[in-house]
T-cell receptor, first 118, second 114 residues
Framework: DTEVTQTPKHLVMGMTNKKSLKCEQH?????MYWYKQKAKKPPELMFV???????INESVPSRFSPECPNSSLLNLHLHALQPEDSALYLC?????????????????FGPGTRLTVL | AQTVTQSQPEMSVQEAETVTLSCTYD???????LFWYKQPPSRQMILVIR??????QNATENRFSVNFQKAAKSFSLKISDSQLGDTAMYFC???????????FGKGITLSVRP
């Protein structure tokens, strides 16, 4: 299994709703990432989990709350979002830090969740 | 801080022809990795090719090859025998050896004309 799966594919929510995005991988990767991507723009890194511990938080607003229950799962909890948070949210995974070859660091991306905040 | 520059926002190429996408970067690191990612209209981000900075030989993956000029900090992607399925947005990305943070360029939209 060499893929990263994300659910749901599409999500529409109001500004007062609470929802969660889910990401799963079964490649034995120990690093997982959340990115936000606006149309025609590069992905912007939000969070990095390394060995189930949050290692990078790119100053993301607290209305986004990541969670890594185990090495295969990554969640992104959403609460009180704004319309400008509408975007494609991408999850990625890689083997982990400290590798000496690029294949060790290669990030595999999921298909994304398209989020619309009304 | 590292920067990745893709100065061409759009390119178009005739099917079966060859096209080169340019990318430059700036870093003070000596050991790092460079990637080209493809994102078709379906939006799934796929790795096209990767290059380790310590390797002098240019990476090649079937119709895709890179021209890696370390001194010039240039990393261009050549697509030979372009196919309609190559239509996508292409992102150049940089990763320092010390951590896993990817820095992406702004991307280039490539259209392959039939």
């Amino acid at each position: 299994d060499t893929e990263v799966t994300q659910t749901p594919k599409h999500l529409v929510m109001g500004m007062t709703n609470k929802k969660s995005l889910k990401c799963e991988q079964h490649m034995g990767h120990r690093a997982m990432y959340w990115y936000k991507q606006k149309a025609k723009k590069p992905p912007e890194l939000m969070f990095v989990y390394s060995y189930e511990k949050l290692s990078i938080n790119e100053s993301v607003p607290s209305r986004f709350s990541p969670e890594c229950p185990n090495s295969s799962l990554l969640n992104l909890h959403l609460h009180a979002l704004q319309p400008e948070d509408s975007a494609l949210y991408l999850c990625a995974s890689s083997q982990g830090r400290g590798g000496v070859t690029s294949s060790y660091n290669e990030q595999f991306f999921g298909p994304g969740t398209r989020l619309t905040v009304l | 801080a590292q920067t990745v520059t893709q100065s061409q926002p759009e390119m178009s190429v005739q099917e079966a022809e060859t096209v080169t996408l340019s990318c430059t970067y700036d870093t003070s690191e000596n050991n790092y990795y460079l990637f080209w990612y493809k994102q078709p209209p379906s939006r799934q981000m796929i790795l096209v090719i990767r290059q380790e900075a310590y390797k002098q030989q240019n990476a090649t993956e079937n119709r895709f090859s890179v021209n890696f000029q370390k001194a010039a900090k240039s990393f261009s992607l050549k697509i030979s025998d372009s196919q309609l399925g190559d239509t996508a947005m292409y992102f150049c990305a940089f990763m320092p050896g010390a951590n896993s943070k990817l820095t992406f360029g702004k991307g280039i939209t490539l259209s392959v004309r039939p």
